[in-house]
């Protein structure tokens, strides 16, 4: 079989350049349906962009690379797009927009606006070779085996994230293969694990929080979980984070608890520190605590300068976790295609014009918030409209 252009892997960077590839498109997937991160994310309502995209909010060992894509295929774009389709979404918070129905209209909209392409589902690809002016792919499509030649192919098979989705690392094997380098992955947006037990008895408890690390913050949810921290500040941080690190906690971010005890003092003075702090932060969190930094006595028996020691140790509580929970739970992966080696206009490879790598797969990973996916409609646009042409 021969076509202008083969996609490897059907989910939102794939199916956005089949929409935008032209003719000739075949684009293929092991799975069973199209665009399956799509339906699960979002609780099921696809968080499909973030209306204050930039090139900041991605991590990249070329931070310039995501730029040309996002600006030549914004957010706006794509909300445009969805509006089109009638489309009701909302904004949750911090710009984020979720579907007001389901994540199964964006995956309905994607596949309208690629009906002029094949597409081929549980289908397992074998060895990729180039001979000279085509690539020749060989697949098995429901047990029966097929040569594919194709002019153009793009990759976009995603990283290595829930592998029980069925992720792979296959793009990272096809770059290798035609001589691209490829930046080590590993599991971001993920929660942070401790070999012990230390946070078991907190396991549910949620609170706002700033969490730093390799010095960069976020100022959103902490949770904490029967093996270590999650929640969105933690997930934020986790793609800065490196093992053998410490995080930096600030459990009062929102708060001036300096001022709010001392103003106290007076009128509360009998009551436990602890009592008066659980005002301000969970009590069961503050009882935690108070085994392991100086939260004894009572609030009239504190000085100023001892309770801006507790303010203080309260902003600033380092801790180091053991590891994360891996590609299991993550919800993106890190690095990938090394940008040195592709276009930032086409996404093509500068030494093979006919090879693509789009969305994850790439060393270009966004906040958690719509960020990957608007990279993914991005990316998979730029391919597209270069390969059109």
Known sequence: MQVKTLIIGAGAAGMMCAAHAGSGVLIIDHAKAAGDKIRISGGGRCNFTNMGTTAANFLSANPHFAKSALKRYTQWDFINLVSSHGIAYHEKSLGQLFCDNSAKDIIAMLHTEMSGAQLWLQTEVGDISHNGTHF????????????????????????????????????????????????????????????????????????????????????????????????????????????????????????????????????????????????????????????????????????????QSVTDTLSNWDITPSGSEGYRTAEVTLGGVNTDNLSSKTMATKTMPNLYFIGECVDVTGWLGGYNFQWAWSSGWAAGQAIQL
Request: net charge neutral.
């Open 136 to 307: 020749i792919v060989q697949v098995i499509k429901d047990g029966t085996p097929h040569t594919i030649t194709a002019t153009n192919l793009v990759m976009s098979s995603g990283g290595k994230s829930i592998p029980k989705m069925g992720a792979t690392g296959l793009s990272y094997q096809v770059a290798t293969q035609f001589g691209l380098d490829v930046i080590t992955p590993r599991p971001g947006l993920v929660p942070l694990t401790f070999t012990d037990d230390r946070f078991k008895p907190l396991a549910g408890t949620a609170l706002p929080a700033r969490i730093t690390a390799s010095c960069t913050s976020f100022d959103e949810a902490l949770l904490f979980t029967h093996r270590g921290l999650s929640g969105p500040a933690i997930l934020q941080a986790s793609s800065y984070w490196h093992e053998g690190e410490a995080i930096r906690t600030n459990l009062i971010p929102q708060i001036d608890l300096y001022t709010a005890l001392r103003d106290v003092r007076i009128p509360m003075g009998r009551k436990a520190l602890t009592t008066v702090i659980s005002q301000h932060l969970p009590a069961r969190l503050v009882s935690y605590l108070a085994d392991i930094m100086d939260l004894s006595g009572n609030l009239g028996d504190r000085s100023d300068a001892s309770l």
